[in-house]
Each structure stands twice: as C-alpha cells, then as structure tokens.
C-alpha cells in the first residue's frame, strides 16, 4: 500500500502562513476547473500509480492526485489533523495547491484556504515541489519566506517514495510520471 505517513508537515505549513512573514497583496490564483476529492478515486490512482510505473509511465488527472494526496494525509496524521483536504490543479509546468483548513486554524482575516504555486519535480525518487508564491486571504508570501513553506510541504511528500528514476511533467490537469531514460 502507498499509504505512509505523511507526517504534521502540512499542518505546520497551514500555522506558517499566521507569522509576520505575510504581506498585505494579491492572492494566489488557483485554476478555475471542479476537483473531486474521495476515497474510492484515492484508491485507483494508488493502483494505477503502482502499475503504470512497472508498464513505464503513469499519468493522473487533478481528482486522482488531490484524492491520493488527501486520502495519504488522513490516513496518517491522526485526530488533530487541521486540514480538510487538499486539492492540486495542473498546468503546464506549473502546480497549484489548495489546502482547505478546520475553521479557527488560521486567523479570521486569513479564511480557511491556503493556496500555493510552483513546480514539481523528482529528487532522489520523490516528488518535491518548489513554491514560487504562497497565500492566504489576501495575505501573500513571496521569497525567503517562502522557504520554511517549501520545506514543509516537501517533508510531507517525502513519505510518497516512488523507488524508482523517474520523470515528472505537468499538463493542462494532468501529471504524468515516465520512467527516466
């Protein structure tokens, strides 16, 4: 089963965005396409993830990833978990996050989403993401302290060890795993 422990990453990530490091400007601007997130979708793209990989690539759609990534997360962080789910959108190049948050974890002026873009890629056989902006409400965080974000949400992916050399592209909603050449 790919379901291993995620670890708090994400929550640290959601209390990140309450210290002084956010500034007053535009928001992150997620893509405008309807996500399902469940468990049933969780599971066929755990299944096809694990066979697409042996066959030589694999690729899933925003429902199929934001449910694994999900599904992995309450699987193994317990009761106090403070994130509701997280939904992933995928252009090209480019991933957006958005991690919808129990009420009252963030301050009122910030609401309950934090949205977050960049890339992503394989290192060492994981997925890692480097995040070019981050936000909450319209509280933005650009930068240097965009680190402390970045390092949670790659701590968090770690647990998703693909084993194996590959390769990572994204599409208009699709992220497509090949193995590398």
């Avoid at 309807?34 to 049933?40: A, L, W």
């Avoid at 429902?63 to 997280?86: C, Y």
């Amino acid at each position: 089963m790919m379901y291993r422990k995620l670890g708090m990453g994400i929550a640290v990530l959601t209390l990140a965005l309450g210290v002084t490091a956010c500034t007053a400007g535009q928001s992150v601007q997620v893509p405008d396409r309807d996500v399902s997130i469940n468990v049933d979708t969780a599971l066929e793209a755990q299944n096809m993830a694990m066979s697409g990989l042996m066959m030589g690539n694999v690729t899933l759609d925003e429902s199929q990833f934001s449910s694994l990534l999900t599904e992995l997360l309450k699987a193994n962080s317990g009761e106090n978990n403070p994130v509701e789910d997280i939904t992933a959108w995928f252009e090209p190049g480019t991933i957006y996050l958005q991690v919808d948050v129990k009420e009252g974890v963030l301050p009122a002026a910030m609401g309950d989403k934090l949205a977050v873009a960049g890339t992503v890629d394989v290192v060492d056989g994981k997925l890692m993401v480097d995040l070019s902006e981050a936000s909450a409400g319209n509280y933005l965080v650009t930068g240097a302290s965009l680190a402390p974000i970045n390092a949670q949400i790659n701590a968090a992916l770690a647990g998703f060890n693909l084993g194996v050399p590959v390769q990572v592209e994204t599409g208009e909603g699709t992220l497509t795993l090949s193995m590398a050449q």
